[in-house]
């Protein structure tokens, strides 16, 4: 639906009530791909909503995505049980993405519009949540969000 609708706006003679509808069409896609969690998904689903290509494996997989390196951990059905995330800069670890922000990939994980969460008290440098029923964790280092744990990821 999305596609056809992109489709019709690169045609240069496109009248407005067309471009108009095809606008339309393209923002209802992206909400609707928005509900879609990644944790639970196969990896035909995951690469289609994130726009990325998956090495094949076996339990993990992972793919750079808007300055982060995500990784995915995955049943034995080969569902996805969890996210890890984290910035792609060594030495800088820093989620700085502008498309896929923290916000935005931790809302496709659980599929729906989520906020990571702050540290509490103020300089503390993880924060552990559930965004029902699914654990989070988020860390930060010197006032940096540097790494984000969706679900399951073998990591305590």
Same mark, same amino acid.
């Given at each position: 639906?999305?596609?056809?609708?992109?489709?019709?706006?690169?045609?240069?003679?496109?009248?407005?009530?067309?471009?108009?509808?095809? *606008?339309? *069409?393209?923002?209802?896609?992206?909400?609707?791909?928005?509900?879609?969690?990644?944790?639970?998904?196969?990896?035909?689903?995951?690469?289609?909503?994130?726009?990325?290509?998956?090495?094949?494996?076996?339990?993990?997989?992972?793919?750079?995505?808007?300055?982060?390196?995500?990784?995915?951990?995955?049943?034995?059905?080969?569902?996805c049980k969890g996210i890890y995330a984290v910035g792609a800069k060594p030495k800088h670890?820093?989620?700085?993405?502008?498309?896929?922000?923290?916000?935005?990939?931790?809302?496709?994980?659980?599929?729906?519009?989520?906020?990571?969460?702050?540290?509490?008290?103020?300089?503390?440098?993880t924060a552990r949540w559930f965004e029902a029923p699914v654990p989070v964790v988020a860390r930060w280092n010197g006032g940096a969000l540097v790494e984000i744990r969706?679900?399951?990821?073998?990591?305590?």
């Amino acid at each position: 639906m999305a596609n056809a609708a992109g489709a019709a706006l690169t045609v240069p003679s496109v009248d407005a009530e067309l471009k108009t509808v095809a *606008t339309e *069409t393209m923002v209802k896609a992206a909400a609707e791909r928005a509900k879609t969690p990644l944790i639970g998904s196969d990896v035909a689903a995951i690469e289609s909503l994130l726009s990325v290509k998956l090495p094949e494996g076996g339990a993990f997989s992972s793919a750079p995505l808007d300055g982060m390196s995500v990784y995915f951990v995955f049943d034995a059905a080969k569902r996805c049980k969890g996210i890890y995330a984290v910035g792609a800069k060594p030495k800088h670890r820093a989620m700085v993405g502008t498309t896929w922000t923290p916000d935005r990939l931790l809302s496709q994980a659980v599929g729906r519009d989520v906020k990571v969460k702050a540290a509490t008290p103020a300089g503390a440098v993880t924060a552990r949540w559930f965004e029902a029923p699914v654990p989070v964790v988020a860390r930060w280092n010197g006032g940096a969000l540097v790494e984000i744990r969706v679900g399951d990821v073998g990591l305590q």
